[in-house]
């Protein structure tokens, strides 16, 4: 099959997806909800919060303090890379590792926001400077990448339980395989670069050290 006819396919492919994308995206804001409920009703103590981000961002905010914007932005677009490639790997489990994942990154968002929330600063803040710029792109992917490999367990799923004919998944793998290369990939890679020539310099500006792990 020819490239254009393969290009083709990808917006059909997310049509049949449309509820997958549903069920991903009320997932990961079911996280960011339940970590920000759950900060604000019971603050952690932040040292924990931020041993968590540490552990998280911190290897790869030592490496980027001493490279230039390319290579601050293709180490980003590794990291989301490797992260959207689990997701998508991770189905083979019958979707519950990329469910599990979609949820945790989601309360992690929720508990930072929560943090934020109680230094101080607005949420709304937050988000406008310290999410959306890149997350406009990185989420997005992020949950296609998660719908991908949900989609891909519950087919194998079906499979196993005869439910799925062996052409049919071979149409899925090949689907979820197309998508990750047309969308997932080029969403992460837009992402990475705003992240690392906005977001960054926005945060500094409005918030300051608030962010620390940033």
Same mark, same amino acid.
């Given at each position: ?73 293709? *180490?980003?677009?590794?990291?989301? *890379? ?94 979820? *395989? ?8 080029? *969403? ?27």
């Amino acid at each position: 099959m020819r490239a254009p006819a393969l290009l083709a396919r990808v917006p059909r492919v997310l049509r049949a997806c449309r509820r997958y994308i549903f069920f991903t995206s009320i997932l990961f804001i079911t996280g960011v909800v339940f970590g920000y409920l759950a900060f604000r009703r019971h603050p952690v103590d932040s040292s924990w919060l931020f041993f968590l981000l540490d552990r998280k961002f911190g290897p790869m905010s030592e490496a980027m303090s001493s490279m230039n914007v390319t290579g601050m932005a293709g *180490l980003v677009f590794w990291n989301n *890379l490797k992260a959207a490639a689990l997701l998508v790997a991770g189905g083979v489990a019958f979707g519950v590792l990329p469910m599990v994942m979609v949820f945790l990154n989601g309360l992690l968002v929720g508990l930072v926001s929560g943090d934020v929330a109680r230094q101080g600063f607005g949420l709304f803040p937050f988000i406008l400077v310290g999410v959306l710029p890149h997350g406009m792109f990185e989420i997005p992917g992020y949950i296609i990448g998660g719908t991908l490999g949900i989609r891909l367990g519950f087919n194998i799923l079906g499979y196993e339980r005869g439910r799925q004919h062996g052409r049919g998944m071979r149409a899925v793998i090949l689907d979820t *395989l197309l998508v990750l290369a047309a969308v997932v990939v080029p *969403l992460l890679m837009v992402g990475s670069l705003v992240e690392v020539m906005v977001t960054r310099h926005l945060v500094e500006w409005v918030m300051g050290n608030a962010l620390r792990w940033h």
